[in-house]
């Protein structure tokens, strides 16, 4: 009787590891994304002809809080302009916007890092400011980068990206 209850026990437990399994496999947990969503991880170091564009593809793949991507971006021929995207924010979760900040941090710094990996030295000028509780949700400077010519340097950082 003990025998039949082990190998009863022993037989429940192997069918609902491959049921797992299975559907692990069946989700595709074990293999690579594929498809326009992951479109911007495969070709995000551009071509040199990208001009200012090409660091910003680095900058939206930053981390961000719970993938809100609390950013938008205005382009210039030598300049880009961080806006914070503050409808874009986590509500009574994040009242001071604590956390959509430091997704915009993250941001600028994948961009000045792939900047100067693809030769452009990138001034950073965060606009002054102060985390206030529930301001209005309208899009909101928070800095300017200006590019110029330099010397491509790569960094473990770059690489990380």
């Given at each position: 009787m003990k025998e039949r209850r082990r190998f009863l026990v022993g037989g429940l437990g192997v069918a609902a590891l491959a049921g797992l399994g299975y559907r692990a496999?069946?989700?595709?947990?074990?293999?690579?994304?594929?498809?326009?969503?992951?479109?911007?991880?495969?070709?995000?170091?551009?071509?040199?002809?990208d001009g200012a564009k090409r660091p910003l593809r680095a900058a939206i793949l930053a981390a961000n809080p719970h993938n809100t991507q609390p950013w938008l971006f205005s382009v210039g021929e030598n300049s880009i302009h961080v806006l914070a995207d503050r409808a874009r924010n986590l509500g009574t979760l994040d009242p001071f916007r604590r956390e959509m900040h430091l997704g915009l941090g993250a941001a600028i710094e994948n961009l000045a890092l792939a900047a100067r990996a693809f030769g452009m030295a990138a001034n950073v000028k965060p606009v002054d400011g102060a985390l206030v509780p529930l301001p209005d949700d309208r899009p909101a400077l928070a800095a300017q980068i200006a590019f110029a010519p330099t010397a491509a340097f790569r960094d473990a950082l770059f690489d990380a990206i």
């Open positions: 496999w069946d989700r595709g947990v074990w293999t690579e994304g594929q498809g326009d969503p992951y479109t911007a991880w495969a070709a995000w170091r551009g071509e040199d002809t």
